[in-house]
Each structure stands twice: as C-alpha cells, then as structure tokens.
Nanobody
C-alpha cells in the first residue's frame, strides 16, 4: 500500500518561511504526479500545488509567487517551499497522489501562522 508521510510543519510568524516534505513509499514515484492540498479550520480541502512527472508545476492563485513545489525522484520525496507566509496560510497540509485508480493521502502536517 502506498504511504505518504508529510513533515516540516510548525509555528511561524507572518512573512516567514517553511519547507514541507512528503516522503513516499511503496509507489513507482517517478511516474506519479504529486499534489499538495491544505485544509484550514472550517474550510474545505483545497489544491495548493501540483508537480507532474516531467517536473511541470501548477499553483493555486493564492500561493503563486510565494510557494514552490519540487521533487527529488532519487529520494522519493516532494517538497513545498513556502515563503512570505500569511495568516491565511494556516492549515493542515496534505500530500496526495493517485495510484492504480485510488487516491492516497498522507496524515498531514500542521502549519500555523502566529505573531
């Protein structure tokens, strides 16, 4: 079974930076598109960023120019570099992929913005 494990969340001040990691196992990682989603308190889960197998990226308008998604196929890991963080970025961040027609999610990592 595919496993996705997120890490790197924490408490950060507005304007600060964090780098999230998503380590994948039991998956043919290099041929899988990987996404980062987030869910803020009381809100629906939303797509934040996507990276394809070719390394092409897409971002939600709310994070364009601030967040960067990247992947290291040798380490089976996807990263989300988050800069210029805002209070509205507070959320649980989840890694996601599709394998064999099934959706797989990690358990999430919490990012909290607090001054």
């Amino acid at each position: 079974q595919v496993q996705l494990v997120e890490s790197g969340g924490g408490l950060v001040q507005p304007g600060g930076s964090l780098r999230l990691s998503c380590a994948a196992s039991r998956i043919n990682f290099s041929v899988r598109e990987i996404d980062w989603y987030r869910q803020a308190p009381g809100k629906q889960r939303e797509l934040v960023a996507t990276i394809t197998t070719a390394g092409d990226t897409n971002y939600a308008d709310s994070v364009k120019g601030r967040f960067t998604i990247s992947r290291d196929n040798a380490k089976n890991t996807v990263y989300l570099q988050m800069n210029s963080l805002k209070p509205e970025d507070t959320a649980v961040y989840y890694c996601h992929t599709l394998e064999g027609g099934m959706n797989y999610w990690g358990k999430g990592t919490l990012v909290t913005l607090s001054s």
